[in-house]
Structure formats: C-alpha cells, structure tokens
C-alpha cells in the first residue's frame, strides 16, 4: 500500500463527515441539470450535456467549503475522473484538499427480475480499474436495485455485487457495494431484513480486506449496526434514497455509525444562476446539515 493510499484509508476509517455523491451518469445527467437551473433546450447532444454536468461538478469541487474537514471522499462519475478542474485532474484536486476519490464503475440496471434490478454485465471493469488506480483514485461504487422483499432476487444481488467487489480489490480499490433498497417499495422492511440476513453471510464468507457498503436508509432504526460493527466493513454509507435534505438527515442522524453519501439532497438548492457568493453559502449549507447528522 502506498504512503497516499494509507492516508486515504485512515482518512475513510475514521474521519468524521460523509461521501459526497457526484456521480450522475448519462441516464441521470438531465435530472440533474434540471434541478441545478438548466433546461434539457440549453443542449443538442452528450457532448454537451456532460460538459455543462462536468461544470457544475467542477464548481462544487473548487468551492472553499468543499474539503476533507467535513467531505471524507466522493465519488466520481468516469468522464469527471479523466477530467480537470482548478487546472488538475480532478481526483489529484480532490485528495489536495483531503478529499478521497472513488469512482462509480457500473454500467448500469438490468431490468427487474425476481423483485431486483442486477447490475448489467461489465466486460471493462478490469480496465478501468487500471486506469482508476493509475489516476490516484482509492475505491469504487457500484449499484444495483432492490423493489421486492424476494429471497432469491436479494440472494443474487448479494452475490453479484460480492463477485464484482473481488475482481475491484484485486486491483488494490476498496469497493463500495451498493444494494439499494427502494424506499418506496410496498415490502422495504422486510427487504431490509433479508438484506441483513444475505450481506452479513457474504461478509462472514469473505476472505479480503474490508469492503464498504452503501445502503439505503433502513424503515427500522439501527436495524444494520450488525454491518456497521462486522471486521470485514471499512465504513457503512447511507444514500438518501429519494428522502429531501432535511427528511434525509433526520433518519440518518438515528442509524449511529452510518455517514451520508447523498447526491440529490446535497445537491438539491443549488443553482447554475447562483452568483459564486450564493453558491458557496448554499453548498456550505448543505455541507454543514450533512456533516452534522452524520457524526451525530
């Protein structure tokens, strides 16, 4: 382990703040501009759709308030990794200011099976990988998608998401494992439970370094302390899951343990009209309300 990557990792084991989420991919980019103040008519095509995403992630990055005293890490989206902001890449610029980068590695949802929504097949993971770990990066984040309380879809969520987690910390990454529980799901209590049940078997079962995991938020307060206190854990991070700021932080601040990895309830007052002032007053805002629940 390099010097840097020692620091990353005392920095994500113990630092007292949250992840912050900054990793919309295509599907998700227009929301995303639409809730920052532009509209889907400001572009023609990807190129510059995600040049105006890459800007306003490049604002939140560079701004004062935005640094590894109360934001531990965050995660990237690929074409943010390979991009620069303040004149460097932007992972050098985010560990310059104490902030881990992690980079989002999925290619997407499968469509639902068995109550769940596996990850599609990603032939390039090893890859980019490489390519992440050349680029000073520490772990990773993939998502899949949990609807219904069904034993074998959860199974095999658990399962894929372990299988993928092997192949990233053969890389020496620390990947994220994120098996969203969908909190408007009719069934997400016992969801919850048979998410417990599966992750905690595959944590007993697993033979390399720590991982992490992000989950959403469980209907049962401090229902996954088991996760939060297993060895194999390096850190439990809450997505908000559709919750607004406020809603978000009061659930999370009663799961002790758990830090914020929010992105629309970080995101969520921010707008591109916003004078540089504005903008960094808001992002502090935010920041601020995140950082609070999460060491509450």
């Known amino acids: 382990?390099?010097?840097?990557?020692?620091?990353?990792?005392?920095?994500?084991?113990?630092?007292?703040?949250?992840i912050a989420a900054l990793d919309q991919s295509g599907g998700s980019t227009p929301k995303a501009l639409k809730g920052y103040g532009i509209e889907a008519d400001a572009f023609s095509n990807d190129e510059e759709m995600f040049a105006l995403i890459h800007d306003m992630r490049s604002r939140i990055v560079t701004a004062p308030c935005f640094n590894g005293e109360k934001v531990i890490g965050a995660i990237l989206f690929e074409r943010t990794m390979d991009g620069e902001a303040g004149g460097k890449s932007v992972p050098a610029l985010l560990w310059e200011r104490g902030v881990v980068p992690f980079l989002k590695v999925d290619k997407g949802l499968e469509d639902e099976a068995d109550g769940v929504q596996l990850m599609k097949a990603n032939p390039g993971l090893d890859d980019l990988c490489e390519r992440a770990v050349a680029k000073g990066v520490f772990g990773t984040k993939m998502r899949s998608v949990v609807n219904l309380a069904n034993e074998a879809g959860i199974k095999a969520i658990v399962a894929q998401q372990f299988a993928e987690a092997a192949r990233i910390a053969a890389h020496g990454l620390v990947p994220i494992i994120e098996p969203e529980v969908n909190i408007k799901s009719a069934e997400r209590d016992a969801a919850d439970r048979?998410?417990?049940?599966?992750?905690?078997?595959?944590?007993?079962?697993?033979?390399?370094?720590?991982?992490?995991?992000?989950?959403s938020l469980?209907?049962?307060?401090?229902?996954?302390?088991?996760?939060?206190?297993?060895?194999?854990?390096?850190?439990v991070v809450a997505l908000s899951g559709g919750f607004a700021r406020p809603e978000a932080c009061v659930e999370l601040a009663m799961n002790p343990g758990i830090i914020a990895s929010f992105s629309r309830a970080l995101l969520e007052d921010l707008r591109h009209q916003m004078s540089d002032d504005e903008f960094n007053r808001s992002l502090g805002g935010a920041i601020d309300e995140i950082h609070a629940a999460s060491v509450a």
Do not use: C, Y
């Not at 048979?194 to 989950?215: F, R």
């Not at 469980?218 to 850190?235: C, M, N, S």
């Open 1 to 18: 382990m390099t010097t840097a990557n020692a620091v990353m990792l005392d920095q994500i084991k113990s630092g007292q703040g949250f």
């Open 194 to 215: 048979l998410l417990l049940k599966e992750t905690l078997a595959a944590l007993d079962a697993w033979t390399g370094a720590p991982v992490m995991l992000k989950l």
């Open 218 to 235: 469980p209907t049962e307060a401090g229902l996954f302390q088991p996760l939060v206190d297993h060895p194999k854990v390096l850190r």
